[in-house]
């Protein structure tokens, strides 16, 4: 059992630089999730994607973007990488969006992302 | 102020003690709560959920809710060092569409 697979787990940037995190579900989720965590700070949402074709803003959407590619995936892009984005990024998918059960998320591994 | 409040910690307790985690909201519309459990280096995962006033209990975890002070707690009995980990309180936003997080109590328990 797979579930949800994010690559890469560690990446090293240089301010300026581009770079997309993948990550891809196997469990048939409508909904898929992209997630910071920094210390003290919990996690925070990014983006999500309600549906196969649907993208919104979370709390911290500043300096990224995402993209739903299709039902299993869904990709996070930093356009120009700055360090205040050095974080660790979890995606994360459930079922029953808008109903009771979408509290229960399902976690990718995390991508350790250093901007230097 | 965060919607979702809960001490950082780090919360010390015995091996074989009760540990109690504690979390406010401030969204009085939220109707649901999750609790997360996340070990060092890992990714959370879910350990239990309440949408009802009052205790739900699941083996040695009972979660607590009580929505007239907005408050929800988790109960671990019998702890073990393997309960060592961050627990994150989390609740939904109107429509079930967001889950919003706290930034998560650090538990040490100690043999």
């Known amino acids: 059992n797979a579930g949800v697979t994010q690559t890469p787990k560690f990446q090293v940037l240089k301010t300026g630089q581009s770079m997309t995190l993948q990550c891809a579900q196997d469990?048939?989720?409508?909904?898929m999730y992209w997630y910071r965590q920094d210390p003290g700070m919990g996690l925070r949402l990014i983006y999500y994607?309600?549906?196969?074709?649907?993208?919104d803003k979370g709390e911290v959407p500043n300096g990224y973007n995402v993209s739903r590619l299709n039902k299993r995936e869904f990709s996070l892009r930093l356009e120009s990488a700055a360090p205040s984005q050095t974080s660790v990024y979890f995606c994360a998918s459930t079922e029953g969006f808008g109903t009771w059960e979408a509290g229960e998320l399902f976690f990718g591994e995390g991508s350790r992302l250093t901007v230097l | 102020q965060k919607e979702v409040e809960q001490n950082s910690g780090p919360l010390s307790v015995p091996e074989g003690a009760i540990a109690s985690l504690n979390c406010t909201y401030s969204?009085?519309?939220?109707?649901?709560f999750f609790w997360y459990r996340q070990y060092s280096g890992k990714s959370p995962e879910l350990i239990m959920s309440?949408?009802?006033?009052g205790d739900k209990e699941d083996g040695r975890f009972t979660a607590q809710l009580n929505k007239a002070s907005q408050y929800v707690s988790l109960l671990i009995r019998d702890s073990q060092p393997s309960d060592s980990a961050t627990y994150l309180c989390a609740d939904h936003n109107t429509g079930f569409q967001k889950l919003v997080f706290g930034t998560g109590t650090r538990l040490l328990v100690s043999p």
């Open positions: 969204d009085r519309g939220s109707q649901s």
């Open positions: 994607s309600a549906s196969e074709g649907t993208t």
């Open positions: 469990m048939n989720h409508n909904s």
């Open positions: 309440i949408y009802s006033n």
